[in-house]
């Protein structure tokens, strides 16, 4: 069965760079969100969309921005970078319309800031 | 404080062994409840649901003390595959379709031959 896919799986970059991270989930999935996991921590929710619009927002600092496009795809816009978002970020999916769907979880993006 | 504890352990067992995690949760508003399994670097995937009625899936028994605000996993006879982090998962979604999952910081359990 299809899964939540992530790209890319690594990425480096440099302070003050900007990146781009993206998301697609399970087919039919209306519902995306972003979880950020430091090094030794627990996931902390970023933000999350429901058809192409933002419905909750976490822990997400100003620097960062994320949309969901007509395909129910989703980026996480990340500038001026910082030592400290170096993390795992990791894109979940399910389908509101469904009562008590369940969360998956795509493989992450391991953003390393130098 | 935070919304969600747990014990971070780790929990050293021998092969075989029964172990149990406990959690609490804050949040007397918080809808569903779950636990996820995490390995090193990897994905957090759902092991299971907890309900207030008990709930079990093989090895893995899942208890909900709604009253207590706490909520545990035991798993009996543990086996070198299930060394992993179990994260304790609250939902906070106020709407039953949208789910606003808060972690706990994860148990770690080493299984040992």
């Known amino acids: 069965a299809a899964g939540v896919i992530q790209s890319p799986r690594h990425l480096i970059k440099e302070k003050r760079e900007t990146a781009t991270l993206k998301c697609y989930p399970i087919p039919r999935h209306d519902t995306v969100y972003w979880y950020q996991q430091g090094p030794g921590q627990d996931p902390q929710f970023l933000i999350s969309?429901?058809?192409?619009?933002?419905?909750d927002k976490g822990s997400i600092p100003d620097r960062f921005s994320a949309q969901q496009f007509s395909d129910y795809h989703s980026e996480l816009n990340m500038s001026s970078l910082e030592l400290g978002d170096s993390a795992l970020y990791f894109c979940a999916s399910s389908s509101a319309r469904q009562r008590n769907e369940k969360l998956f979880f795509g493989s992450g993006t391991q953003l390393s800031v130098l | 404080r935070k919304e969600v504890e747990q014990d971070p352990g780790p929990f050293n067992v021998p092969e075989g062994a029964t172990v149990a995690f406990n959690c609490t949760y804050s949040?007397?508003?918080?809808?569903?409840f779950f636990w996820y399994r995490q390995d090193c670097r990897k994905e957090p995937k759902l092991l299971m649901s907890v309900y207030s009625s008990g709930n079990e899936d093989g090895r893995f028994t899942a208890q909900l003390n709604r009253a207590s605000q706490y909520i545990s996993l035991l798993i009996r006879d543990s086996k070198l595959s299930d060394s992993a982090t179990y994260l304790c998962?609250?939902?906070?979604?106020?709407?039953?379709?949208?789910?606003?999952?808060?972690f706990g910081t994860g148990t770690r359990l080493l299984v040992s031959p």
């Open positions: 969309f429901y058809e192409k619009m933002q419905s």
């Open positions: 949040n007397s508003a918080s809808q569903s």
């Open positions: 998962v609250v939902n906070i979604g106020m709407n039953t379709g949208f789910q606003k999952l808060v």
